[in-house]
């Protein structure tokens, strides 16, 4: 082989290693960032990712019980508040809002679970690997607990009924076209500080939501807040009883528990009942990811 022949073969070498070391990094951040993300500029746009998996947000959720595929957007479409088809607007809206509530629950049952199994083993005597108990710590961190406090972490390490989470979004959002929702993914009305990461209400400077990077990232702040805020004691309170009795979550009656989210208290609880009754978001009943292909 020539000089000139190896440097070129040397230099592809770099370059494949390059590609290689380049696709790893890529794949780590994916996985690092929880979920595969994807963008739709219109409604009709979101309509067809979800037909591509074999689901139709305008009829599918009509039935209930129904297996939402993992599209997951990193925001709403743009068109979505100009859309006037409610009907339409509302499916849509449903569906994408649904779908990271599933993931993001699914997370939270994988959380759990493995801090049951850790809570047998030290109810064992077993002895504890070193990076469990780190990652013990980061959750009782996360979920403003005690370290190895596992009766106190499993109270807020779990799930928020689907109905539920939807239909907050839904009026926290405006069905996704609030210019909280449009601009900063605020889908569930948490509010923030003044200043960097959130978004000043028109005409009065002093009021402020939190702004989100995703959608994934509104949800899980969200799940968060109701997991790990003072305000939402009895909202736990009457989960991990309904855990206790063995009985299904009740959407409806933990819904009564979130007086405190809203200034308008019991009128608030009153309209997200209306809300949850609707069939769209009832459609969430049952929900539950279909099946990556």
Do not use: C
């Not at 909202?235 to 409806?252: I, N, Q, S, V, Y």
């Amino acid at each position: 082989m020539s000089r000139n022949n190896m440097v070129l073969a040397t230099a592809a070498l770099a370059v494949a290693a390059g590609l290689v070391m380049l696709a790893h990094d890529q794949a780590s951040k994916s996985r690092s960032s929880g979920v595969s993300t994807t963008r739709a500029a219109t409604v009709a746009d979101t309509i067809d990712l979800f037909k591509e998996k074999g689901f139709n947000p305008e009829g599918a959720l009509k039935a209930g019980g129904t297996a939402i595929p993992p599209v997951y957007l990193v925001a709403l479409p743009k068109d979505l508040k100009s859309v006037r088809d409610t009907d339409r607007r509302k499916a849509v809206f449903v569906s994408v809002v649904l779908a990271h509530v599933l993931w993001a629950n699914d997370r939270l049952r994988e959380d759990r679970a493995r801090i049951e199994r850790l809570k047998r083993a030290h109810a064992a005597e077993q002895p504890m690997r070193s990076r469990d108990r780190k990652w013990l710590a980061r959750m009782a961190k996360k979920y403003r607990t005690k370290p190895m406090a596992f009766d106190q972490l499993l109270r807020r390490v779990d799930v928020i009924p689907p109905r539920l989470a939807v239909a907050q979004a839904a009026q926290e959002s405006g069905w996704g076209t609030s210019r909280f929702a449009r601009a900063g993914n605020a889908l569930f009305g948490q509010h923030a500080p003044v200043g960097d990461g959130s978004i000043t209400a028109r005409g009065d400077d002093g009021v402020a939501l939190r702004a989100f990077e995703s959608i994934q990232r509104s949800v899980l702040g969200y799940m968060r807040n109701l997991n790990s805020h003072r305000a939402y004691r009895h909202f736990r309170d009457a989960r991990a009883e309904m855990r206790r009795a063995g009985r299904p979550m009740d959407a409806m009656a933990l819904a009564g528990t979130l007086g405190r989210y809203s200034e308008e208290g019991a009128l608030y609880v009153q309209r997200l009942r209306l809300i949850m009754q609707m069939r769209e978001v009832d459609a969430a009943r049952g929900a539950r990811l279909a099946e990556e292909e």
